[in-house]
């Protein structure tokens, strides 16, 4: 009925995972489960520390070269961006501010410049 025997073997790891799991809430098992937690402990901690010692030897050597290149070029385009945008800052602080001091120094030119719709008074009077 199924072609692969991986799943079997998936259903059977699920079970015991779930047996495990009920048999752990048991007070009679808490000894036994404790056992079996520190020995599983000891195991995964080898495991552990042969898969860092592993990663420190073949997988860190491969590629920190690479990754230092291309920390260099991200740290360029960075400081290329903020030059950017300390430029395009300071260039509308300037503009703002020269506004601000040419209508403290000069106040009705920016008046007589813009256009004022006209009033009722100013209309000519029609003929009726």
């Given at each position: 009925?199924?072609?692969?025997?991986?799943?079997?073997?998936?259903?059977?790891?699920?079970?015991?995972?779930?047996?495990?799991?009920?048999?752990?809430?048991?007070?009679?098992?808490?000894?036994?489960?404790?056992?079996?937690?520190l020995q599983g402990s000891g195991v995964a901690q080898e495991y552990l520390s042969k898969g860092s010692d592993w990663a420190q030897n073949s997988v860190y050597p491969k590629i920190s070269g690479e990754v230092q290149k291309r920390g260099d070029m991200i740290k360029n385009e960075i400081n290329q961006e903020k030059e950017k945008i300390s430029q395009t800052i300071g260039e509308k602080i300037k503009n703002y501010f020269s506004g601000v001091a040419d209508s403290i120094l000069h106040p009705g030119k920016t008046q007589q410049n813009q256009a004022c719709p006209p009033t009722e008074s100013s209309q000519a009077p029609s003929s009726q």
């Open positions: 009925m199924f072609q692969d025997k991986g799943f079997i073997k998936y259903i059977v790891i699920i079970a015991v995972i779930l047996i495990v799991i009920f048999l752990s809430q048991q007070a009679y098992f808490k000894g036994i489960g404790k056992n079996i937690f």
